[in-house]
C-alpha cells in the first residue's frame, strides 16, 4: 500500500511571496488533515477534509492559509502571504474513514521563510 | 496550560535498557492515546493506539493509560539503536472533535551502543 504523497519535501521562500503544498493521501482514504509542525514542537492540526467538504478548520489562519480537496482526493494547502512564523514542517495526514481511525502521515513539506 | 505535557528531554540511554515516556493532560474528554515515533527528516509513525485506560503490549512497546490520574506512559523494552527518535503522544476525545488529534511536543530519544 502507498502511503500518504507530499511535494515539494522543501521550499525556500521571502517573507510575503506565496507557496502551495501539494499532499496524496492513501487511496481509499476519505479523511485529510493538514498539520503544522515547528521545530521542537508537535504537530498542530490546521484543518481536517471528509472527502471533499471541510470538518475543522477552527485553528487554520484564514487571513492567509487556504486548502482544497477537490473531487476528495489530492489536496493543496496555499499560504499567502507568507510571515516568517510560518517557517515549519507542514504534514499531510489521512485516515480511512475520519472519526478515531488511526492517522498516516506522509514525511512533509520543510518550508523556510527568509 | 497547554492540553497535553510531554518531558521534551533529551532522553539518551545504552543499549538494552528499558526506555519509559510519559505524557500528562487536562482535558478529561480525551478517550483515545497513541504514540508515534518521529525519524529525522520523516513523517510520525503510529506505533501504538489505545483506548480508555489500560495496557497494550507489541512487542517490545507496551502503552499504558491512567484516565484517573490523567496520565498515559511508553515502556520499550530491550532499546536499540534504531528507537532513537522522538516520540509523539497524541489523544483525542472522540465524538464531535471526529478525529482532532492534540499532540504532546515530542521527546528525543538517543539509544546508543
Given at each position: 500500500e502507498a502511503g500518504v504523497a507530499q511535494s515539494p519535501r522543501y521550499k525556500i521562500i521571502e517573507k510575503r511571496q506565496s507557496v502551495a503544498f501539494w499532499c496524496n493521501p492513501i487511496s481509499g482514504h476519505a479523511t485529510l488533515y493538514w498539520y503544522q509542525q515547528i521545530l521542537g514542537q508537535g504537530p498542530k492540526l490546521l484543518i481536517q477534509f471528509q472527502n471533499n467538504g471541510?470538518?475543522?478548520?477552527?485553528?487554520?489562519?484564514?487571513d492567509r492559509f487556504s486548502a482544497e480537496r477537490l473531487k476528495g482526493v489530492d489536496s493543496t494547502l496555499k499560504i499567502q502571504p507568507a510571515k516568517l512564523e510560518d517557517s515549519a514542517v507542514y504534514l499531510c495526514a489521512s485516515s480511512?474513514?475520519?472519526?478515531n481511525q488511526p492517522q498516516h502521515f506522509g514525511d512533509g513539506t520543510r518550508l523556510s521563510i527568509l | 496550560q497547554k492540553e497535553v505535557e510531554q518531558d521534551p528531554g533529551p532522553l539518551s540511554v545504552p543499549e538494552g535498557a528499558i526506555v519509559s515516556l510519559n505524557c500528562t493532560y487536562s482535558n478529561s474528554a480525551f478517550q483515545y492515546f497513541m504514540w508515534y515515533r518521529q525519524y529525522s527528516r520523516k513523517g510520525p509513525e503510529l506505533l501504538m493506539y489505545t483506548y480508555s485506560s489500560g495496557n497494550k503490549e507489541d512487542g517490545r512497546f507496551t502503552a499504558q493509560v491512567d484516565k484517573s490520574s490523567k496520565y498515559i506512559s511508553l515502556f520499550i523494552r530491550d532499546s536499540q539503536p534504531s528507537d532513537s527518535a522522538t516520540y509523539l503522544c497524541a489523544m483525542s476525545a472522540g465524538?464531535?472533535?471526529?478525529?482532532?488529534l492534540t499532540f504532546g511536543q515530542g521527546t528525543i530519544l538517543t539509544v546508543h551502543p
Open positions: 471541510v470538518v475543522d478548520d477552527s485553528q487554520l489562519p484564514k480511512f474513514t475520519g472519526g | 465524538g464531535t472533535s471526529y478525529g482532532k
